[in-house]
């Protein structure tokens, strides 16, 4: 038995009718990508269709649209305006500067870091980043691509991990690895995405209940 139940956030949302069903799992926050590039990318018109829905139906979820190296000028923009997502998640290069200044212009929209950890080094850069955002999430470093790829991190750069945010595990999180995730690793809440797919952006309800089960038993 577990004794902190983890926080739990499904990412790369497309559809209302997942974002719903997800919803009824009793999951912690869901994520719709807001980067062009990627397979999961969902229009702003569409974005605020899904999110709107997920704030009716259950306004306790947090909803995170993640970002990639926008411009700063245009990010504070969008969000200064009526926005149905409560959390930024920033999966770029973005820096502390960067940070700071979104944080400072958007009080009261939850700044979420990503970091790419592929050595020890990528680990102890992440401390100056927890006085200017809400939480960190840890994800695999990837030539190809900044996030999505079903890699995992390395464990051994992430076992016994403690920061002052909390913080979030990501890339190729699947049933298989979450006992070895609660046991050995200990993150505040697991990110989940590929591995309960059919394809980039549809999600298989059962894998994703099934998932949520092993986490919650």
């Not at 401390?127 to 999430?137: F, G, Q, T, W």
């Not at 549809?202 to 894998?207: E, N, Y």
Request: net charge positive; with cysteine.
């Amino acid at each position: 038995m577990h004794k902190a139940k983890k926080l739990v956030k499904i990412c790369g949302i497309t559809r209302v009718d997942q974002a719903l069903q997800v919803a009824q799992l009793g999951i912690n926050a869901i994520g719709i990508i807001s980067v062009k590039e990627s397979p999961r990318y969902v229009y702003p018109a569409n974005q605020q269709v899904i999110f709107e829905s997920i704030k009716r139906f259950a306004h306790n979820i947090k909803r995170v649209t993640v970002v990639k190296n926008e411009l700063l000028e245009n990010l504070i923009e969008n969000f200064s305006k009526k926005n149905f997502s409560n959390v930024i998640q920033l999966h770029g290069d973005e820096d502390l500067d960067y940070c700071m200044n979104l944080k400072n212009q958007l009080p009261d929209i939850e700044i979420w870091k990503a970091f790419r950890i592929n050595n020890k080094k990528d680990i102890e850069k992440i401390h100056p980043y927890e006085k200017y955002v809400d939480a960190i999430l840890l994800d695999s470093w990837n030539k190809a691509t900044y996030g999505g790829s079903g890699k995992r991190i390395q464990q051994k750069y992430i076992e016994g991990l403690n920061f002052n945010r909390p913080w979030w595990l990501a890339g190729g999180v699947s049933i298989d690895w979450i006992e070895n995730i609660l046991k050995n690793i200990n993150p505040d809440g697991i990110d989940i995405s590929s591995s309960i797919e059919i394809s980039p952006g549809i999600k298989d309800i059962i894998k994703a209940k099934n998932i949520l089960e092993e986490i919650n038993k």
